[in-house]
């Protein structure tokens, strides 16, 4: 995702789309650049249904005491026919130092009113929900760089799996790790440490670190997670799908596109590329050997074996071993 390039200072933004954060950023944007340019600008923010002709004729007028004006207008689906109208003729004529943002949901209501606004010239900043796991980790990694710091897609990835897909979370903790990351580089390490509660991302982490021959590594993140509260369980499931998931790329025929490989493995794209720096150094003997050492943890704890912990840390074991071999 990117950000903004465009002069936030046009006669109309239309701000499209259900996300909140992205819907208040492209609005909050307008406003920094007409205070940037008029310290003294005046702001008016005005819900769709509230708004009438001659209200928003007020609104829209040069100020005595202000060079710019910005008026933020929400639910813009809700507005009138004669404020409709109003706003169309703003945009096809606009007065200069006057700026309307105007907010829409998204959703088939005050469609047509969009139609109009488009081709009456108004700038169109979107606003829809990010849900695939690629654009969440684009999203990611770019509020890091945007709080000035750095994060690869590994970091960024473990990082949406503790989140969730909500922006505004993911925002605050990507400027937060930013901030408290050495040298601004956030890694997989500090993302832990600030999220070691999440059984999500204890799964992953134990997982990653196993088949990337990290042995160490994994049994001391497998002990932090079980202390934590992690159930064994979801470490075996994410050891397992791991294992799966780097046998069917050993598998897969040369010259597959990354998309289809994504969708044969089940996976999305961007994991690929993980999956394949994850496979140097194994051999399909290794991995079945490594995907029988987690089915046998796996019938250790879910038969009551007196120590979870051992089973797990002697199938992490050998899946360093078997990777070695």
């Not at 003997?285 to 879910?302: C, E, F, P, W, Y």
Request: glycine letters at 10%.
């Amino acid at each position: 995702m990117s950000r903004r390039t465009v002069d936030p200072l046009v006669p109309v933004t239309l701000v499209v789309g259900p996300e909140a954060l992205l819907s208040e950023r492209a609005m909050g944007a307008v406003v920094k650049a007409a205070r940037a340019a008029d310290p003294a600008a005046d702001v008016s923010d005005v819900p769709g249904a509230d708004l009438t002709p001659g209200g928003l004729a007020e609104h829209a007028s040069p100020s005595l005491f202000a060079t710019t004006r910005v008026v933020l207008i929400r639910d813009v689906q809700d507005v009138s026919d004669g404020v409709a109208d109003a706003l169309v003729a703003h945009a096809q004529a606009p007065v200069e130092g006057i700026h309307l943002v105007l907010v829409h949901p998204g959703g088939v209501k005050g469609k047509k009113l969009l139609e109009r606004l488009r081709k009456a010239g108004a700038h169109e900043v979107k606003a829809e929900r990010v849900t695939k796991p690629d654009d969440l980790v684009a999203f990611v990694r770019a509020e890091v760089r945007h709080a000035g710091g750095r994060i690869d897609e590994a970091g960024a990835r473990q990082l949406v799996d503790a989140v969730g897909g909500d922006l505004r979370g993911l925002a605050s903790s990507a400027s937060q790790l930013a901030s408290d990351a050495v040298d601004g580089t956030v890694d997989s390490q500090l993302v832990s440490t600030y999220f070691e509660g999440r059984a999500e991302v204890k799964g992953w982490v134990v997982a990653d670190r196993a088949v990337e021959g990290r042995t160490a590594d994994a049994v001391e993140q497998l002990r932090w997670a079980l202390q934590t509260g992690t159930d064994p369980v979801l470490v075996i499931g994410s050891l397992a799908t791991a294992l799966r998931a780097l046998a069917r790329l050993a598998g897969a025929p040369r010259g597959v596109r990354d998309a289809d490989l994504a969708r044969d493995i089940g996976v999305p794209p961007w994991k690929v590329r993980v999956l394949r720096g994850q496979l140097r150094g194994w051999t399909p003997a290794g991995l079945s050997t490594a995907i029988r050492a987690v089915a046998a943890a796996d019938l250790a704890v879910k038969g009551g074996a007196n120590d979870s912990t051992l089973a797990l840390t002697t199938a992490l074991v050998q899946i360093g071993q078997a990777r070695s071999t």
